[in-house]
């Protein structure tokens, strides 16, 4: 299962400058679809309600080609609300929106996966990544009712069962051999995604498009 999200995400072009939006979506696409595999419906029907806002923008402009392009050219319409100079709020729906949260979406994966694979039980594991990533983008009430999903995700299984979950096996199938895979495909997954969140994220603040608004 990972060993798939691995290959999709390989094929994303990007350097240290910018990436290709389309290899981007069709990764993220797979991302969403492996979400839900795993149980993560709501997950994955945030990242796909937030593809469509990237689409729905990136399809009018069939002459652009990097998320920088498109996210430029979509400030230039005006559609963000600034003060003094000063981003206030990203116009939303909007590609820059979808992009951001699919960012911190990512984030807080990268940051579970890593403390899966450094061994925490999945109650630590989730409470560490929502601290990294989400929380300080939410209001007090969404905190709340994010601490009673990831509590109840928390309790659906041991590191053991959610490793075998992620490589796509059944638990009492789920030997040696397969903890290896599934731990190399995760391994191989991050070190992929470390650059590419380190990119978008140095694309929004360069373009001053990191929206603090609370969700």
Same mark, same amino acid.
């Given at each position: 299962?990972?060993?798939?999200?691995?290959?999709?995400?390989?094929?994303?072009?990007?350097?240290?400058?910018?990436?290709?939006?389309?290899?981007?979506?069709?990764?993220?696409?797979?991302?969403?679809?492996?979400?839900?595999?795993?149980?993560?419906g709501q997950s994955a029907r945030e /990242?796909?309600?937030?593809? %469509?806002?990237?689409?729905?923008?990136?399809? #009018?402009?069939?002459?652009?080609?990097t998320v920088k392009e498109f996210l430029e050219a979509e400030k230039a319409t005006r559609i963000h609300t600034y003060h003094n100079g000063q981003l206030e709020r990203l116009g939303d729906p909007s590609c820059a929106t979808g992009l951001l949260w699919i960012r911190r979406s990512l984030e807080f994966q990268y940051?579970?996966?890593q403390q899966l694979l450094d061994g925490a039980d999945t109650s630590t594991a989730t409470k560490t990544?929502?601290?990294?990533?989400?929380?300080?983008?939410?209001?007090?009430?969404?905190?709340?009712?994010?601490? /009673?999903?990831?509590?109840? %995700?928390?309790r659906w299984?041991?590191?053991? #069962?959610?490793?075998?979950?992620?490589?796509?096996?059944k638990l009492q199938d789920f030997n040696e051999s397969a903890e290896k895979a599934t731990r190399r495909d995760?391994?191989?997954?991050?070190?992929i995604w470390k650059p590419l969140l380190r990119l978008m994220s140095g694309i929004f603040e360069q373009l001053e498009l990191e929206d603090q608004t609370l969700a």
């Amino acid at each position: 299962r990972m060993g798939g999200l691995v290959k999709s995400f390989a094929a994303v072009r990007f350097d240290e400058a910018d990436a290709d939006l389309k290899t981007l979506i069709n990764a993220l696409q797979r991302y969403a679809h492996e979400l839900k595999a795993i149980k993560a419906g709501q997950s994955a029907r945030e /990242i796909r309600q937030n593809i %469509a806002k990237i689409e729905s923008f990136s399809k #009018s402009r069939p002459d652009l080609t990097t998320v920088k392009e498109f996210l430029e050219a979509e400030k230039a319409t005006r559609i963000h609300t600034y003060h003094n100079g000063q981003l206030e709020r990203l116009g939303d729906p909007s590609c820059a929106t979808g992009l951001l949260w699919i960012r911190r979406s990512l984030e807080f994966q990268y940051h579970f996966f890593q403390q899966l694979l450094d061994g925490a039980d999945t109650s630590t594991a989730t409470k560490t990544a929502y601290s990294k990533s989400l929380c300080n983008h939410h209001s007090w009430i969404l905190r709340k009712a994010y601490d /009673i999903a990831l509590s109840v %995700a928390a309790r659906w299984g041991t590191n053991r #069962s959610w490793m075998a979950e992620l490589g796509g096996f059944k638990l009492q199938d789920f030997n040696e051999s397969a903890e290896k895979a599934t731990r190399r495909d995760l391994e191989s997954l991050l070190i992929i995604w470390k650059p590419l969140l380190r990119l978008m994220s140095g694309i929004f603040e360069q373009l001053e498009l990191e929206d603090q608004t609370l969700a």
